[in-house]
């Protein structure tokens, strides 16, 4: 694809990035899923792409439509994003900037589920999805050299994002509060800490792009030493 033959930092690096929403079936015309628009994630990827990385990108059913030059697979369900990043790898570097859904219906009806007309509500019995990035973060052969996970937190951020990248192994976690009054969720800006073994990493409040690029910046960097 015409990344791969573009110049940069990243010329010749593979770059997995997971993003947006998963949908887990209920039945035909119903799901269970994660609010995410995509769009960091996909800002993630059209990032690594500019600075010449070969970029395969995984994605549930967003809103955003995904970048230009990158390897697209679509998905819906969480066992079909962890079976593409399994095809996908070797990579040189993963980020997994979406939202997994963190249970499935455990048995999804084939068909649709319909009201008896006498008021009986339906039940649903879920199962845990596999932790695609813990899976990464932990593969022995074969595990990209820089995993990256994301946190998105609502309460106590730093201290539980720096738990869930110990808990997950990963090498960094981008941490972000998407409390309701941040206006964060949906909307065009980000405010991360970026948690690695050195600590904790506060960046000001900017756009997705531009928090796109700067991670891009950090991941060349990482991947050069
Ligand atoms: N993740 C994943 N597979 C899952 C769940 C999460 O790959 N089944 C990844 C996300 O893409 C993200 C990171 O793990 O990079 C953290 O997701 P998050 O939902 O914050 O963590 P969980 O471990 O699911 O913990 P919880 O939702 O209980 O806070
Ligand atoms: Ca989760």
Redesign the pocket.
């Known amino acids: 694809v015409e990344a791969a033959l573009k110049d940069g930092p990243l010329k010749g690096k593979h770059v997995l990035v997971?993003s947006g929403p998963t949908h887990e079936p209920i039945d035909p015309v119903r799901y269970i899923a994660?609010r995410s628009s995509g769009a960091q994630g996909t800002a993630i990827a059209r990032a690594l792409s500019a600075l010449g990385a070969e970029v395969t990108f995984v994605t549930g059913p967003a809103d955003v439509p995904p970048p230009e030059g990158v390897h697209v697979v679509k998905v819906q369900s969480?066992l079909e994003?962890?079976d593409a990043?399994e095809n996908a790898l070797p990579a040189d570097a993963g980020v997994?900037?979406?939202?997994?859904?963190?249970w499935r219906v455990a048995s999804a009806s084939d068909s649709k589920i319909k009201k008896d007309g006498k008021g009986s509500l339906p039940v649903l019995e879920f199962s845990?999805?596999?932790?695609?990035?813990?899976?990464?973060s932990q593969m022995g052969k074969g595990r990209p050299a820089l995993v990256?996970?994301?946190?998105?937190?609502t309460d106590d951020v730093i201290a539980?994002?720096t738990t869930?990248r110990k808990?997950?192994g990963?090498d960094w976690?981008?941490a972000n509060d998407v409390s309701p009054d941040t206006g964060i969720m949906g909307g065009a800006e980000n405010a991360v800490t970026l948690i690695s073994e050195d600590g904790a990493e506060d960046w000001p409040r900017m756009s997705k792009d531009e928090v796109a690029r700067a991670l891009a910046a950090r991941i060349a960097a990482a991947l050069e030493k």
């Open positions: 997971t994660n969480a994003m962890l990043v997994f900037a979406a939202a997994v859904a963190d845990e999805n596999p932790d695609i990035l813990k899976m990464v990256v996970g994301f946190a998105a937190e539980n994002a869930k808990r997950k990963c976690i981008v």
